[in-house]
């Protein structure tokens, strides 16, 4: 069975870090660029991350550009989203998905092939 898995999400205060994982089963994510999305109450799902299959190159939303940071370490099957100086306006389901295709500016990964099940980051005081 294929599929991706987040974690690391939470409650923390802003100005507060997270960092999320995203891990695969049944595939290698090596093979596939990852995109990081996320949905708050209300609000359309926004594409904030991506970082390319071939060379790791990454692509930021202009929301979160400065403060993530999306890696990948190729041994451990594993893509990261650091999450950096967190705002109330942060908060929301974030999913990782991965794509054989590419990702688009601005942090949008292109036509996702497989989506997480997502995990819930909450910034409040």
């Known amino acids: 069975q294929l599929q991706l898995v987040e974690s690391g999400g939470g409650l923390v205060q802003p100005g507060g870090s997270l960092r999320l994982s995203c891990a695969a089963s049944?595939?290698?994510?090596?093979?596939?660029?990852i995109g990081w999305f996320r949905q708050a109450p209300g609000k359309e799902r926004e594409g904030v991350s991506c970082?390319?299959?071939?060379?790791?190159?990454?692509y930021y939303s202009d929301s979160v550009n400065g403060r993530f940071t999306v890696s990948r370490d190729r041994a451990k099957n594993m893509v990261y989203l650091q999450m950096n100086s967190l705002t109330p306006e942060d908060t929301a389901v974030y999913y990782c998905?991965?794509?054989?295709?590419?990702?688009?500016?601005?942090?949008?990964?292109?036509?996702?092939?497989?989506w997480g099940q997502g995990t819930q980051v909450t910034v409040s005081s």
């Open positions: 049944g595939f290698t994510l090596n093979n596939y660029a």
């Open positions: 998905a991965a794509a054989f295709s590419r990702c688009l500016g601005l942090g949008v990964l292109h036509s996702p092939d497989y």
């Open positions: 970082i390319r299959r071939t060379d790791s190159s990454t």
